[in-house]
């Protein structure tokens, strides 16, 4: 989406904004969705929206053009981007499903600033079927010095636990102690990965949180 005049509100990587589509055959409603692009490019933004039922749908017949109102910036986790002042402290995103959203702003801005941290993306997914967004992780692993992506397969490897973040983390060379965590998914995946963060000692002021909650 492009402003009607001037340059896009400002937002954080990882807020989300309200979408009004006004078009005659949407009801007179807003709906919440992610940002995925980052604050430096002042000219658009994106969202992310699933195709989830009729209004959703919709969406792919809308034709160029039709207008739209924007509200927000509204909450975020976009704050922990901003520690990233240590190039020793790790960034590890753990998303659950349609959580992935916000992550791609976080991860936009990232390919733009290019800190030397190391970058990891857990996706916990129910099967392969549901991964998407390949072109926008192709860019992030060319454009972000360290980044690595895990898609996790709950069909194939069960859910995440305290011993598969652990394995993971170790995996990769990360420790516990130098990384910021940032947590976005259904409530169960929430509470599931952050009993695994504090069962292996992660402080709590180093996890962050996207509920998804209105």
């Known amino acids: 989406m492009t402003p009607q005049s001037g340059r896009v509100p400002e937002y954080k990587p990882g807020q989300f904004v309200f979408v009004r589509i006004k078009e005659d055959m949407y009801p007179f409603e807003e709906h919440p969705y992610s ?3 980052s604050p430096q490019n002042p000219n658009e933004i994106k969202v992310a929206i699933k195709d989830l039922g ?3 749908h ?3 017949e809308l034709p160029v053009g039709v207008e739209a109102t924007v509200e927000g910036p509204y909450d975020g986790v976009w704050h922990v981007e901003e520690k990233l002042d240590n190039p020793n402290e790790n960034l590890i995103l753990l998303a659950g499903g349609v959580g992935i959203t916000p992550m791609l702003g976080i991860l936009e801005e990232l390919s733009l ?3 030397p941290n190391n970058v990891m993306l857990v996706w916990g997914l129910n099967e392969p079927g549901e991964f998407a967004f390949a072109e926008e992780f192709d860019k992030f692993k060319r454009e972000i010095p360290n980044f690595t992506l895990v898609p996790f397969f709950a069909n194939e490897k069960g859910f995440l636990d305290t011993q598969k973040v652990q394995a993971l983390l170790q995996e990769h060379n ?7 965590f940032v947590l976005c998914g259904p409530k169960l995946f929430m509470t599931a990965v952050e009993k695994a963060l504090l069962e292996s000692r992660v402080q709590k002021d180093s996890i962050y949180y996207e509920a998804f909650a209105l």
Request: no cysteine.
């Open 58 to 60: 919709r969406m792919q």
């Open 35 to 37: 940002l995925i692009t």
């Open 113 to 115: 600033k290019k800190p």
């Open 54 to 56: 009729d209004y959703t």
């Open 174 to 180: 990360l420790l516990f102690e130098e990384s910021q």
